[in-house]
């Protein structure tokens, strides 16, 4: 059984419908095992121009009252900036895939993604819908994890067993990584018995504490959609534990982004401590993150912790020149605002590592924030040249 059909209630699948000209699979479903709906809740992008299937989405599950019974995906092509036709396209994929699950199309939600501004081959989808629905089972979640892949190396997927409820998840998201959330889709199920509206709760705090502190580039997608589904079929699940198990697969999902990021050779953790406030530390930490001049060094494997120090203190927030100290991992780098000797050979054999962690204390109060990057390479440039 694979990650996402790992709860009870649940079937998932996927097929090569042919947006892909590579052959790989483009279409998949996760839905209810028996067609019925279940509570759901989905958070999307803040971004303005936010594409069909986002529009679709938001509109079915307040029509459903925060209830669906499946999930149609598409990869290949984003559906974003695609007009009328656009939209209509998005809901036709509903319509037909309510069809073979024998639901209403207010309780399919749809999402999309691949490169923007280019218009849905639509013909191709209609054809390819009844056979992912057709190939659906509680044994279909690897191929539905796969065929929401665009430039992704590797399947995203997480299974959390809590201690009467399973969490199973995928996602997809490897470039145009920033925050609110990424170009990223990511997809959660549960057998925990949760009603809808607190679902949504505890699914926009996980992804406040790891999606929305993810950036690889800047860059803000039109398509980012994270949804969850909630069976029942286990029965009721301790609030607080059924938080810290989405906190914690939300959180696995977004460091599994970074480590796939487009180019990248380096996850890098920035942590400020010592901040005024939460807030102030985190705006310090994505400032340190989407700096171009300190991703480079991290790409040089070279602790420049001058690049990091200046940019926290160019960020605006409270900070004081003789107060601050810089760690790479154990070793500190500056302290009282002044550089400190570290054995170069222990640090050079730390930057092998694909996860980093700079922590920057200020010693201002007890503030703490922390973003998750990437550093910036030559193959980065290269993948997105051609990109629209």
């Known amino acids: 059984m694979s990650a996402i059909t790992a709860p009870k209630g649940f079937v998932a699948g996927g097929v090569h419908a042919g947006l892909k000209t590579s052959g790989k699979l483009d279409l998949s479903i996760v839905a209810t095992a028996d067609g019925k709906p279940v509570s759901a809740a989905a958070v999307f992008t ?70 923007i501004g280019i218009p849905m081959p639509f013909d191709v989808v209609e054809a390819g819908i009844p056979q992912v629905v057709a190939s659906r089972s509680t044994m279909g979640g690897t ?57 949504h709760a505890m699914l926009r705090q996980a992804v406040d504490k790891s999606f929305n502190r993810l950036t690889v580039d800047g860059a803000q997608s039109t398509n980012d959609t994270v949804i969850a589904l909630a069976s029942g079929a286990a029965g009721p699940a301790d609030p607080a534990e059924l938080q810290e198990a ?37 705006h310090a930490a994505r400032a340190v993150a989407n700096n171009q001049l300190a991703k480079c060094s991290w790409y040089g494997k070279n602790a420049y912790w001058g690049r990091v120090a200046s940019e926290v203190g160019a960020s605006g927030i409270a900070f004081d020149p003789d107060l601050y100290s810089v760690s790479y991992g154990e070793a500190v780098t500056a302290a009282a605002g002044v550089a400190v000797a570290y054995d170069e050979a222990k640090m050079a054999e730390y930057f092998e590592n694909r996860r980093i962690h700079i922590t920057v204390d200020l010693g201002l109060g007890d503030g703490v924030g922390e973003i998750v990057t990437t550093d910036l390479s030559h193959a980065y440039v290269d993948e997105n040249m051609g990109k629209s």
């Open 246 to 282: 989405l906190d914690s697969v939300c959180y696995d999902l977004a460091l599994q982004m970074a480590d796939d990021a487009e180019g990248s050779t380096k996850t890098v953790i920035i942590r400020i401590q010592g901040a005024v406030d939460d807030l102030q530390a985190l």
């Open 143 to 199: 191929d539905a994890a796969t065929g929401i892949m665009t430039t992704d190396s590797v399947r995203k997927e997480v299974i959390h067993q809590g201690s009467t409820f399973k969490i199973g998840a995928m996602a997809k998201g490897a470039g145009m990584l920033q925050p609110n959330m990424a170009t990223m889709l990511a997809f959660l199920t549960t057998d925990a018995e949760v009603e809808p509206s607190d679902l």
């Open 46 to 115: 803040s971004n303005k121009l936010a594409a069909a299937p986002v529009q679709v989405s938001r509109a079915h599950l307040a029509a459903s009252g925060g209830r669906a019974a499946g999930i149609i995906v598409n990869s290949g092509n984003a559906n974003a900036a695609t007009g009328v036709a656009g939209y209509e396209h998005a809901e036709q994929m509903c319509e037909l895939t309510a069809d073979g699950l024998g639901c209403t199309a207010d309780e399919i939600l749809v999402c999309s993604t691949g490169l």
